[in-house]
């Protein structure tokens, strides 16, 4: 039987990475619909952090702690669930809360973990594969043999993006911070990654592909970047903006937008309903499990964290100098 208490991570106040801290709070009661993970390791994602500085609001039904995505054993089922059972390992999409020993999740947002995969690697799975699969697949609707434009490509959104990419047969551009970070990138599928702080991409991508440009642009900068996306993008682009580093605010000509027939989307997975989560669960499962299994894409870690270093962890991911993700160790299993 787990204690009624547990070791977490909380935001005592808004500001800076020394701002986490450890805490004891009441170990999570459930839902008629939910399952209570013991957890194994969490994932650390940017809006973790965006979280902890005051600009991410957390929703009224969510946990106040930070934390997205995690894996681990299921301990207890709620009476409603019908999917898994006590005993079960599973990686799961958190609504907050990832940050701790134990978490409550939505059954339809907990997943097997692919055969081959180890825990460690499972919690890099929920948070960051969803969003680029709802996103850049669904939403974007890239397709085998189009060109894709992926800002970022070393981060754990990047990597996963490539990775997926190049595993749907796409062509891949991307950008990176440093000459070593886009070679890797390069290793990892795309035809070529640009060092956005040494050149200007959007000049080496019309170089690239012969002032053609791209069909899809995954976007995490948005503010400063709308125009030359637009240019970028071939008639019939989309254009997917998915974080807004560079600003929530541009300027855009929207006689280019009707004339190359272009679609301007985005999203954030938060705030979408449980089914809405689930759907895209659903969806991502069955397009990508078997190449999990196979090998043939997989989560990149940076570095492991014990879950009372998570301070550290948000400052090395600040740093911006990773390839990958960076994860939080919080109990064997």
């Known amino acids: 039987?787990?204690?009624?208490?547990?070791?977490?991570?909380?935001?005592?106040?808004?500001?800076?990475?020394?701002?986490?801290?450890?805490?004891?709070?009441?170990?999570?009661?459930?839902?008629?619909?939910?399952?209570?993970?013991?957890?194994?390791?969490?994932?650390?994602?940017?809006?973790?952090?965006?979280?902890?500085?005051?600009?991410?609001?957390?929703?009224?039904?969510?946990?106040?702690?930070?934390?997205?995505?995690?894996?681990?054993q299921i301990i207890e089922i709620g009476n409603a669930v019908t999917n898994w059972k006590i005993g079960d390992s599973v990686c799961a999409l958190c609504h907050g809360g990832g940050y701790a020993e134990y978490v409550a999740v939505d059954e339809g947002h907990a997943m097997a973990i692919p055969e081959g995969l180890d825990m460690a690697h499972a919690a890099c799975l929920p948070e960051t594969y969803i969003t680029v699969w709802g996103n850049l697949f669904m939403r974007g609707n890239l397709k085998k043999a189009e060109r894709v434009l992926i800002h970022g490509g070393a981060s754990g959104i990047g990597t996963t993006a490539v990775q997926l990419a190049r595993q749907m047969g796409a062509e891949i551009y991307a950008t990176a911070g440093d000459d070593a970070r886009c070679r890797h990138v390069e290793e990892l599928g795309a035809r070529a990654c640009f060092n956005y702080k040494s050149e200007d991409f959007e000049e080496r991508l019309a170089a690239e592909t012969n002032g053609e440009g791209v069909d899809v642009v995954l976007d995490m900068v948005a503010g400063g970047y709308l125009e030359a996306h637009i240019r970028t993008l071939k008639a019939d682009g989309r254009l997917?903006?998915?974080?807004?580093?560079?600003?929530?605010?541009?300027?855009?000509?929207?006689?280019?937008?009707?004339?190359?027939?272009?679609?301007?989307?985005?999203?954030?997975?938060?705030?979408?309903?449980?089914?809405?989560?689930?759907?895209?669960?659903?969806?991502?499962?069955?397009?990508?499990?078997?190449?999990?299994?196979?090998?043939?894409?997989?989560?990149?870690?940076?570095?492991?964290?014990?879950?009372?270093?998570?301070?550290?962890?948000?400052?090395?991911?600040?740093?911006g100098q990773h390839i990958g993700k960076f994860v939080l160790h919080v109990a064997d299993i």
Request: with cysteine; glycine share 6%.
């Open 240 to 319: 997917v903006i998915i974080a807004v580093q560079g600003g929530i605010k541009d300027t855009l000509a929207l006689n280019s937008v009707m004339r190359k027939r272009l679609t301007i989307t985005g999203s954030t997975l938060r705030p979408q309903s449980d089914a809405a989560k689930s759907a895209i669960i659903r969806d991502m499962q069955n397009h990508i499990w078997d190449w999990l299994e196979a090998g043939h894409v997989t989560p990149i870690i940076q570095e492991v964290f014990d879950l009372k270093d998570a301070a550290k962890a948000h400052a090395a991911l600040e740093a």
């Open 1 to 72: 039987m787990a204690s009624e208490m547990m070791q977490a991570i909380e935001i005592k106040e808004f500001g800076g990475p020394e701002m986490l801290q450890i805490c004891e709070r009441p170990r999570p009661t459930l839902s008629p619909k939910k399952i209570l993970i013991k957890v194994a390791y969490a994932g650390v994602n940017r809006p973790d952090l965006l979280q902890r500085k005051g600009n991410y609001p957390v929703p009224e039904d969510a946990n106040d702690l930070p934390g997205l995505e995690v894996s681990g």
